[in-house]
């Protein structure tokens, strides 16, 4: 049984006040639910805040992005170790926006996977195929390369510390959900994925999260899936009550 894992990648969004403020609110609404992890990505500012206010509850914290190097002359990086200092367990590696929008490679994500292992920051690593890939039928060669450029160097223990989170391009931020049955198929190629770069027992232990306009209404018919095993969150975790009704789906 893969227990479910409910994150919130808050991208560019909250202040240390405002994520206080969040937290404040979070905290009462999710403190009975114990059917899943709860994760929250503030950006680099309030992690510590956060990081903070979560104390001696079960919602741990994690970055969206950072530097495979400890340190260094990389102006404008953040590195592993400084996230662990700030709270974090965990740190989000090659979101699309990432990829996309700052032109991160599989080589880098494959750098940075490492790196956060070695720091004991548990990867949640995204992959995903824009639209333009999945009208060509190229969504099962973009996520191969993706997972094999990212996991290549692993081994099966390293893997077994992942969260993996498919995230389709096209239905990031634009209200277009991909159906419970879209993601379910793209989950279940990554599972084989998996199973063929590392075992079977490593495969199906794998969790694997949809992020794509998950919201309250449609979290439910997502995790009806048994490939679902939770959802990457981004607009609608930036309000307390709205990430809320999707962790107690
Ligand atoms: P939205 O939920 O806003 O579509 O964002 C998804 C996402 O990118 C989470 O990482």
């Given at each position: 049984?893969?227990?479910?894992?409910?994150?919130?990648?808050?991208?560019?969004?909250?202040t240390?006040?405002?994520?206080?403020?969040?937290?404040?609110k979070?905290?009462?609404?999710?403190?009975?639910?114990q059917h899943?992890?709860?994760?929250?990505a503030?950006?680099?500012t309030?992690?510590a805040?956060?990081?903070?206010?979560?104390?001696g509850?079960?919602?741990?914290?994690?970055?969206?992005n950072?530097?495979?190097?400890?340190?260094?002359?990389?102006t404008?990086e953040?590195?592993?170790?400084?996230?662990?200092?700030a709270?974090?367990?965990?740190?989000?590696?090659?979101?699309?926006?990432?990829?996309?929008?700052?032109?991160?490679?599989?080589?880098?994500?494959?750098?940075?996977?490492r790196?956060?292992?070695?720091?004991?920051?548990?990867?949640?690593?995204?992959?995903?195929?824009?639209?333009?890939?999945?009208?060509?039928?190229?969504?099962?060669?973009i996520?191969?390369?993706?997972?094999?450029?990212?996991?290549?160097?692993l081994?099966?223990?390293?893997?077994?510390?992942?969260?993996?989170?498919?995230?389709?391009v096209?239905?990031?931020?634009?209200?277009?959900?991909?159906?419970?049955?879209?993601?379910?198929d793209?989950?279940?190629?990554?599972?084989?994925?998996?199973?063929?770069?590392f075992?079977?027992?490593?495969?199906?232990?794998l969790?694997?999260?949809?992020?794509?306009?998950?919201?309250?209404?449609n979290i439910?018919?997502?995790?009806?899936?048994v490939?679902?095993?939770?959802a990457?969150?981004?607009?609608?975790?930036?309000?307390?009550?709205?990430?809320?009704?999707?962790v107690?789906?």
């Amino acid at each position: 049984m893969r227990r479910p894992v409910i994150a919130g990648n808050w991208k560019m969004y909250k202040t240390q006040a405002e994520a206080r403020a969040f937290m404040a609110k979070l905290l009462p609404l999710v403190a009975n639910s114990q059917h899943c992890e709860i994760v929250v990505a503030p950006p680099y500012t309030a992690l510590a805040a956060t990081a903070e206010a979560a104390k001696g509850s079960t919602i741990t914290v994690a970055a969206q992005n950072a530097h495979w190097e400890k340190e260094g002359a990389f102006t404008g990086e953040i590195s592993m170790p400084m996230l662990v200092e700030a709270g974090c367990q965990g740190v989000i590696l090659g979101h699309s926006e990432r990829r996309h929008l700052f032109h991160e490679t599989n080589e880098n994500i494959a750098k940075k996977v490492r790196a956060a292992l070695d720091n004991n920051l548990r990867p949640i690593v995204c992959v995903g195929e824009l639209l333009h890939e999945r009208e060509s039928n190229l969504t099962h060669a973009i996520l191969e390369k993706q997972f094999e450029g990212a996991f290549a160097a692993l081994t099966a223990d390293d893997f077994s510390r992942i969260l993996l989170a498919y995230e389709p391009v096209w239905a990031i931020g634009t209200g277009r959900t991909a159906t419970p049955e879209i993601a379910a198929d793209a989950h279940r190629y990554l599972r084989e994925l998996a199973q063929k770069r590392f075992s079977t027992e490593k495969a199906s232990a794998l969790r694997i999260l949809y992020g794509g306009s998950v919201k309250p209404d449609n979290i439910k018919g997502l995790m009806a899936q048994v490939e679902i095993d939770g959802a990457l969150v981004g607009g609608a975790s930036l309000d307390a009550q709205s990430f809320a009704s999707i962790v107690n789906f």
